[in-house]
């Protein structure tokens, strides 16, 4: 079954750092690339960036760039989001998407709280 | 550039219903449009892609399309089930290969 599986719910304190993981099942994560897209609270979609499953390219958003690291690990078929200097503000659910986004891991929802 | 959809829009099942998406600037043919339908508590998914192709599992009762006239693109759901009502997305790519999401629709079956 073609899956994009991403880790469990985090809670975590501002100022800290979380990393969100996203294993493709089904395919090599290689062919592919992946896209981060984070969700607030009744609030829309926000793109974060995108990572070449490939050569491990990136393409940040500016509102992200120098506080968020994509990464993939091929040995695992898995890509990383890890975001920096945390705040309330980053409260919210974060999805990995292939690439065309026509597959979506299930969410993470990251609670930044003091 | 933004895109910009309306906050909601309600119709009664069986109707049509037709959702706006207005680029700001630049064309709306420079990159293609895409549709994403989220329901509540659920991952978003692709009804349209392509600006008026459908993946394999959506009904036909949903189409997409682009006007240049108007710079807009719209997705149109025909035949209004109940299972439709949800958050409806357009995005599309800015020069730098980034993806820029429309602000949402929410769609109500009364």
């Known amino acids: 079954q073609i899956q994009l599986l991403q880790s469990a719910h985090e809670l975590t304190r501002p100022g800290a750092s979380v990393r969100v993981s996203c294993k493709a099942s089904?395919?090599?994560?290689?062919?592919?690339?992946i896209t981060w897209v984070r969700q607030g609270a009744s609030q829309g979609l926000e793109w974060m960036g995108w990572?070449?499953?490939?050569?491990?390219?990136?393409n940040y958003a500016p509102t992200f760039q120098g506080r968020v690291t994509l990464s993939r690990d091929p040995s695992t078929n898995t890509a990383f989001l890890e975001v920096a200097r945390l705040t309330s503000d980053d409260t919210a659910v974060y999805y990995c998407?292939?690439?065309?986004?026509?597959?979506w891991g299930q969410g993470t929802r990251v609670t930044v709280s003091a | 550039f933004t895109l910009t959809q309306p906050h909601s829009v309600s119709e009664f099942p069986g109707g049509t219903v037709t959702i706006s998406c207005a680029r700001s600037?630049?064309?709306?043919?420079?990159?293609?449009v895409q549709w994403l339908q989220q329901r509540p508590g659920s991952a978003p998914s692709t009804v349209i892609y392509?600006?008026?192709?459908?993946p394999s599992g959506v009904p036909g009762r949903f189409s997409g399309s682009v006007d240049s006239s108007s710079n807009s693109a719209s997705l149109t759901i025909s035949e209004l089930h109940s299972d439709d009502e949800a958050d409806y997305y357009c995005?599309?790519?800015?020069?730098?290969?980034?993806?820029?999401f429309g602000g949402g629709t929410q769609v109500t079956v009364l």
């Open positions: 998407a292939r690439d065309g986004f026509d597959l």
């Open positions: 089904g395919y090599t994560l290689s062919t592919y690339g």
């Open positions: 990572i070449s499953g490939y050569t491990g390219n990136t």
């Open positions: 600037s630049g064309s709306i043919g420079t990159d293609y």
């Open positions: 392509n600006d008026d192709s459908r």
């Open positions: 995005l599309s790519y800015d020069d730098n290969n980034r993806a820029v």
